[in-house]
C-alpha cells in the first residue's frame, strides 16, 4: 500500500523556520521524482519545490527561492522540505508528491501557519 505521511507542520512566527518531512513506503522511493506542493484557502494549489529521482537537480517556485530547501534521503524513503525566513504569505497547506511517468502518489497534507 503507497503511503505519504507529511510531518512537521505548525504555527510560527513571521521569520521563523520550519522542516517538513514525507515518509514514503509501498513503491520504490529512489525512482520517484518528488516534490512540495501548497494550498492557501481560496487559492489554486501552487508547486513550492521538486527534487528529481537522483537528488542531482532542484527546482523552486520564485515565490521560495533562498529562503526554502528540498532533499531527499533515499536510505530513509524521506523527502524534505526546509523553509527558513517564513512569511504570512506562505499559510497553507503542504502536500507531497511521489511522480514517475504514470504513477503519481499524493500525500494528505500538513498545515503551516504563519503568524505572530
Known amino acids: 500500500q503507497v503511503q505519504l505521511v507529511e510531518s512537521g507542520g505548525g504555527l510560527v512566527q513571521p521569520g521563523g523556520s520550519l522542516r517538513l518531512s514525507c515518509a514514503a513506503s509501498?513503491?520504490?522511493?529512489?525512482?520517484?521524482?518528488m516534490s512540495w506542493y501548497r494550498q492557501a484557502p481560496g487559492k489554486e494549489r501552487e508547486l513550492v519545490a521538486t527534487?528529481?529521482?537522483?537528488?542531482?537537480?532542484?527546482n523552486y517556485a520564485d515565490s521560495v527561492k533562498g529562503r526554502f530547501t528540498i532533499s531527499r534521503d533515499d536510505v530513509k524513503n524521506t523527502v524534505y522540505l526546509q523553509m527558513n525566513s517564513l512569511k504570512p504569505e506562505d499559510t497553507a497547506v503542504y502536500c507531497c508528491?511521489?511522480?514517475?511517468?504514470?504513477?503519481?502518489?499524493w500525500g494528505q497534507g500538513t498545515q503551516v501557519t504563519v503568524s505572530s
Open positions: 508528491n511521489a511522480a514517475r511517468s504514470l504513477w503519481v502518489y
Open positions: 527534487i528529481t529521482s537522483t537528488g542531482g537537480s532542484t
Open positions: 509501498g513503491f520504490t522511493f529512489s525512482r520517484y521524482a
